[in-house]
T-cell receptor, first 115, second 111 residues
């Protein structure tokens, strides 16, 4: 069975500092991995996804993530955060290896950016 | 391109009352999902449709929850009767291939 563990429930950082949000997964099938962002009272917006190919994935808003198969990790990084990056971030793994399979989400990491 | 539309955005009801949520997916997306997001948690799948067929409803509490997707487009999720523990955000998503697009959700409060 697939599962996702987000290692930090809260990450406070100062504006313009780098940040890493950690995600570990377990999967018995081919891995499709995702990072979503959720702003207050809004739905989830896709930041980036790993389906295959290059292990370094670039997404929107300057975020990137690296797929590490040996460590079963998919950590999210940004070299310099802004106040507007304050939100809830969810790592997710596809529940199967077929297109359209539902996602299994971690519990989320709250990123708080202060000036 | 219009995104996934959900209504209502907020709903407050008393326990034992019925409630229904509506979702209109992105045009052309054959796959539709209903997720439930409890406070402080990630979303969890309730049901997945491929066109009008429910292909994964193993997590749907069938004693009180029901869903339908007539004509393979809009979908309705119903709870009858609602319980206190049903308070959550109900998210609808649709997908084409491997990317899911989420609606804003319906926040349900059961008193």
């Amino acid at each position: 069975a697939q599962s996702v563990t987000q290692l930090d429930s809260q990450v406070p950082v100062f504006e313009e500092a780098p940040v890493e949000l950690r995600c570990n997964y377990s999967s018995s099938v081919s891995v499709y991995l995702f990072w979503y962002v959720q702003y207050p009272n809004q739905g989830l917006q896709l930041l980036l996804k790993y389906l295959s190919g290059s292990t370094l994935v670039k997404g929107i808003n300057g975020f990137e993530a690296e797929f590490n198969k040996s460590q079963t990790s998919f950590h999210l990084r940004k070299p310099s955060v802004h106040i507007s990056d304050t939100a809830e971030y969810f790592c997710a793994v596809s529940a199967g290896d077929q297109a359209g399979t539902a996602l299994i989400f971690g519990k989320g990491t709250t990123l708080s950016v202060s000036s | 391109e219009a995104g996934v539309v959900q209504s209502p955005r907020y709903k407050i009801i008393e326990k034992k009352q019925p409630v229904a949520f509506w979702c209109n997916p992105i045009s052309g997306h054959n796959t539709l999902y209903w997720y439930r997001q409890n406070l402080g948690q990630g979303p969890e799948l309730l049901i997945r449709y491929e066109n009008e067929e429910a292909v994964d409803d193993s997590q749907l509490p069938k004693d009180r929850f029901s869903a339908e997707r007539l004509k393979g487009v809009d979908s309705t999720l119903k709870i009858q009767p609602a319980e206190l523990g049903d308070s959550a955000v109900y998210l609808c998503a649709s997908s084409l291939m491997n990317e899911q697009f989420f609606g804003p959700g319906t926040r349900l409060t059961v008193l």
